[in-house]
Nanobody
């Protein structure tokens, strides 16, 4: 059984940085795309950033481009999200997601991913 467990969320001030981590267990997903999504209160879950098994192939939502950096360590089966210059609009529950199969690019939609973590809360105060 595949499990994804996120960590690193918390309460920070605007302008701060935060690193989220996701650990995958139960199966090696080194060749599967992995992504971060988030859901803010009253909004639908949205794509934040994704990467294929080669970290050089990454995609970002326009709202986080140049502020967030996604990376993965396939040897450790982990996925990180380094978030900088945080603002209150970044407040949300952040979810780690992984696809079951190999793909050449990370998908931007929930249906592109079969495995999900439980989420970690990020709150940015102004």
């Amino acid at each position: 059984q595949v499990q994804l467990v996120e960590s690193g969320g918390g309460l920070v001030q605007a302008g701060d940085s935060l690193r989220l981590s996701c650990v995958v267990s139960g199966r090696t997903l080194s060749r599967s795309p992995m992504s971060w999504f988030r859901r803010a209160p009253g909004k639908e879950r949205e794509f934040v950033a994704g990467t294929t098994w080669v970290s050089a192939n990454t995609k970002y939502a326009d709202s986080v481009k140049d502020r967030f950096t996604i990376s993965r360590d396939n040897a450790k089966n982990t996925l990180d999200l380094l978030m900088s210059s945080l603002n209150p609009d970044d407040s949300a529950i952040y979810y780690c997601a992984a696809a079951r199969s190999f793909a050449t690019k990370p998908g931007r939609y929930e249906e592109d991913y079969e495995y999900w973590g439980q989420g970690t809360q990020v709150t940015v105060s102004s």
